[in-house]
């Protein structure tokens, strides 16, 4: 039977006594001769080159376990209906004809040669053994086998390639390896020179910390020896402080028997003293109230310097043959001020203009008398003491600030200065009062000091008007 025959475009219908014996079936016997065994990249070819014709197929050649196969996409046919493709191609030779018609059509004079059952050396294996499969030549199962050997020898040959490249490469990498290895190597034992290096200075230093340490345990040793030496001292120091504290405590209890005693002797003898003292001052006091009431004295309100400038400012010899020589002794420690001021019944007698020009001398002298007397009227609030302070003129100022109380402002008449007014002051004040003159004028303090007045320079009382 010609080869070409079953591949016309009109094939006889199944069950005709005209159609051809199929290839793979042995005339003799009538029983189906066993597929072989594909090789996976024929079957793959003839799975991929039976999916490419089948949606070319007419609806009813298409078996119906392909009919839904026949509508994927290109790309997903040959992926997704391989198995039921194969399953056709094998169990359906109707169909396998109806497909190796359309495929040898398209595979052109590589499709004839196959059937005329010689293939052309420089074809691909793959493509004769898929091609071979579906017409089934005479002699198919041999360029099948053929084709399968050549396959497994490309693919041997690829897996040969492959495991010299591998080999290659491991080659090239044990190469590197080795280079890096040798470079490791310098290194490792250039660290181990190093590491070494820095082993002997630690053996080294560790001989010298195990010497330090000797030497530290020696010295904390005869620490230690020297400490409890202490202990011993401390201790024995202590019972010694003990037995003296012991001792000083039964000391001071016999010297507070003792003060206790002299407390109460010391406490009896006061007792006595301010008996005296008390009978004294009472003597005294009885005896003043008896004089006072057989002199018949009655309480009064002018002072001796109110009569002054009135008394005296027409007579002044008259004024000048009073009073004793010797009252008081030169002074001028500023601090006595306050020391003659405490005393009872004090009369502060003030040079006004010699203490304002010294102390506030740049201003005019008004502010510097209201200065002065503001002043003054702090020490007699303080003191309670009489205050007189005395300026030059000819009459009376106007103008003048309201006079504090406890002071008394005095201006020297038409004839007379200042300085001999205070010294009248002085001489008019009964013996044995304290009267103080505040003046840097060394004629008023040799003149006041005859009569008994304390002299102090101007500089004391502007002192302690600072401090008001």
């Known amino acids: 039977m010609p080869l070409t025959e079953p591949y016309d475009d009109h094939l006889p219908e199944e069950g005709s006594s005209a159609a051809a014996p199929e290839a793979g079936v042995d005339p003799a016997v009538g029983a189906p001769e066993p597929e072989p065994t594909l090789p996976e990249p024929v079957r793959q070819r003839i799975v991929a080159l ?18 839904r196969v026949a509508k994927f996409a290109p790309n997903r046919r040959a992926r997704l209906g391989a198995p039921a493709i194969a399953a056709q191609l094998t169990g359906d030779p109707l169909f396998r004809q109806r497909v190796t018609a359309r495929v040898l059509a398209d595979a052109g004079d590589l499709g004839a040669a196959v059937v005329a059952g010689t293939a052309p050396a420089a074809a691909d294996p793959v493509e004769v053994a898929a091609l071979a499969y579906l017409a089934r030549p005479r002699g198919w199962r041999e360029l099948i086998e053929a084709s399968g050997a050549a396959v497994r020898a490309e693919a041997d040959s690829a897996v040969v390639a492959e495991l010299v490249r591998e080999a290659e490469q491991r080659a090239a990498r044990a190469e590197h390896d080795r280079a890096v290895a040798r470079v490791e190597a310098e290194k490792l034992r250039d660290e181990l020179a190093r590491v070494r290096e820095e082993l002997g200075q630690l053996r080294e230093e560790n001989r010298q910390l195990n010497r330090t340490l000797r030497e530290t345990q020696a010295r904390e040793r005869r620490a230690g020896d020297l400490l409890a030496t202490e202990r011993g001292r401390a201790a024995r120091a202590a019972a010694d402080a003990d037995a003296e504290l012991r001792r000083a405590r039964a000391r001071l209890a016999e010297a507070e028997a003792a003060a206790g005693v002299a407390r109460a002797s010391a406490k009896e003898a006061r007792s006595v003293d301010d008996a005296r003292l008390w009978l004294l001052l009472e003597t005294i006091g009885q005896a003043a109230v008896g004089l006072r009431r057989e002199l018949a004295l009655d309480p009064v309100d002018k002072l001796p310097a109110d009569f002054v400038a009135d008394a005296f400012a027409e007579n002044p010899a008259a004024a000048a043959a009073s009073g004793p020589a010797a009252r008081a002794r030169d002074t001028d420690d500023p601090a006595r001020l306050d020391q003659l001021l405490a005393l009872p019944k004090a009369h502060l007698v003030v040079d006004g203009y010699n203490v304002t020009k010294r102390g506030f001398g740049e201003m005019s002298l008004e502010q510097q008398r209201k200065r002065l007397i503001s002043g003054l009227g702090g020490i007699a609030a303080q003191t309670g003491d009489e205050v007189t302070v005395v300026f030059d003129g000819a009459e009376r100022m106007h103008g003048l600030p309201p006079t504090p109380r406890g002071v008394r402002v005095l201006f020297s008449r038409k004839g007379e200065t200042a300085d001999e007014l205070i010294r009248r002051l002085v001489r008019a004040e009964p013996a044995g009062r304290p009267v103080v003159v ?31």
Not at 51 to 67: F, I, K, Q, S, T
């Open 438 to 468: 505040v003046s840097s004028d060394r004629e008023v303090a040799d003149g006041v000091r005859r009569h008994g007045a304390y002299p102090l320079g101007a500089d004391s009382l502007l002192r302690r008007l600072a401090r008001c």
């Open 50 to 67: 039976t999916a490419a014709v089948l949606p070319g197929l007419p609806a009813d050649e298409v078996p119906v376990p392909l009919r």
